[in-house]
């Protein structure tokens, strides 16, 4: 079945490109152009009509962190994630990684096979992110101390081997014992590895980076800070072009003029993350995150006992508004949440509209609200 997707600003590759068409076929982006050289299509869509004046269509949104939605996390089980999928995807997200939190070694490792059978079934789940077990105490976040530990080598090989090739991205902190061969070890595996969660200075940051490491689990937070006399990981990660810095935008977890900041100071780099739990797209209330008890009051997520930040209640689409709310240019933007992301999984058929491409779509109106989104050429939401 073809689809025709026409008069809308497409934002695609760092531009934007006004009256612009696009047409799937076979799941994939077969044709592109502007003006009314588009030929018809079993389906048609003006995006005008369906998105208002000034309707934006951008590639399918890519989330590298989130924990859940609906009411629901990641942890509780493949239905639990498929309904926090719905949530997301509605908001534009079509392809996300699969976040736990830390867990036992058995116990993660149970659920990242069952995140391997769904990645062989859904498309829009693209694997698992392993935040935990293997994180500093001192920056845990909202992470059970009693279950984190260094990563020896028999559990790196477990639990890569219970993910069958779909472990997609491991959190880990460098300067645990054994860090830097489990770095080597994930990296030769084809896992992503990324520096979170951690009291690594920014010469330990570097020699994990010089290891392998290229993703900054979202900066600034649970890491040591920017001093003028000790800079830190963000730094470290900011003047290697080697890695991509995740950011949490939800105006909560980093000031918005910071996050315009890291924009300019990283072009290409930044990869815009929910890293949401259950309560995206749910009521404010009494949630569980890893065992932990988390109070969510005007959207904002903290643990019960002791009032740290845990998660988000973000969705993309959001994030998306706030940056450019803060100045962060629309192609820019857009690039944070699909070919920077999908770059880092090492990914060339999403997070873009160019021919040959998934056809993974947003269609938004003008002020960037959501209007409709299709995964494989489908109609997804």
């Given at each position: 079945m073809s689809t025709v997707l026409h008069s809308v600003r497409l934002v695609d590759d760092g531009?934007?490109?006004?009256?612009?068409?696009?047409?799937?076929?076979?799941?994939?982006?077969?044709?592109?152009?502007a003006g009314a050289t588009w030929e018809a299509a079993?389906?048609?869509?003006?995006?005008?009509?369906?998105?208002?004046?000034?309707a934006i269509l951008t590639p399918g949104f890519v989330d590298l962190h989130t924990h859940g939605g609906g009411g629901r996390n990641h942890d509780e089980g493949a239905d639990a994630v498929r309904t926090a999928r719905a949530v997301h995807r509605a908001h534009g997200t079509t392809r996300a990684v699969v976040s736990l939190v830390t867990a036992s070694v058995d116990d993660l490792a149970e659920r990242v096979t069952m995140i391997a059978g769904l990645a062989a079934s859904d498309p829009d789940v693209l694997g698992s992110h392993l935040?935990?077990?293997?994180?500093?105490?001192?920056?845990?976040?909202?992470?059970t101390e009693g279950l984190l530990r260094a990563p020896g080598a028999e559990d790196v090989t477990r639990l890569i081997a219970a993910g069958r090739g779909t472990i997609r991205q491991i959190t880990l902190a460098p300067e645990l014992e054994g860090?830097?061969?489990?770095?080597?070890?994930?990296?030769?595996?084809?896992?992503?590895?990324?520096?979170?969660h951690t009291d690594a200075d920014a010469d330990a940051a570097r020699s994990a980076f010089d290891a392998g490491a290229t993703l900054l689990?979202?900066?600034?937070?649970?890491?040591?800070?920017?001093?003028?006399?000790?800079?830190?990981?963000?730094?470290?990660?900011?003047?290697?072009?080697?890695?991509?810095?995740?950011?949490?935008?939800?105006?909560?977890h980093v000031d918005l003029g910071l996050v315009a900041v890291l924009f300019d100071a990283a072009p290409g780099r930044i990869a815009l993350v929910t890293d949401a739990m259950a309560a995206a797209g749910a009521p404010d209330g009494s949630y569980e995150l890893g065992g932990l008890a988390v109070t969510v009051q005007d959207g904002v997520a903290r643990l019960a006992r002791d009032g740290a930040?845990?998660?988000?209640?973000?969705t993309q689409d959001v994030a998306l508004r706030r940056?450019?709310?803060?100045?962060?240019?629309?192609?820019?933007?857009?690039?944070?949440?699909?070919?920077t992301p999908a770059r880092v999984l090492g990914m060339t058929d999403i997070g873009s509209l160019a021919v040959g491409a998934r056809a993974d779509a947003v269609l938004l109106t003008a002020g960037l609200d959501v209007r409709s989104v299709w995964i494989d050429g489908a109609h997804a939401s």
């Open positions: 531009a934007e490109t006004p009256d612009a068409w696009v047409r799937f076929d076979g799941g994939r982006v077969v044709a592109t152009g079993d389906t048609v869509v003006d995006g005008t009509e369906l998105a208002g004046p000034g935040e935990g077990p293997f994180l500093d105490p001192g920056h845990k976040g909202a992470h860090a830097t061969a489990a770095i080597e070890r994930l990296r030769a595996a084809g896992t992503v590895v990324a520096l979170g689990t979202h900066a600034f937070n649970a890491m040591r800070g920017i001093h003028h006399r000790a800079p830190g990981p963000v730094v470290a990660a900011l003047r290697d072009d080697r890695v991509v810095l995740e950011v949490i935008a939800d105006g909560v930040i845990a998660g988000s209640t973000l940056v450019v709310s803060a100045g962060v240019a629309l192609p820019v933007a857009v690039a944070a949440l699909t070919r």
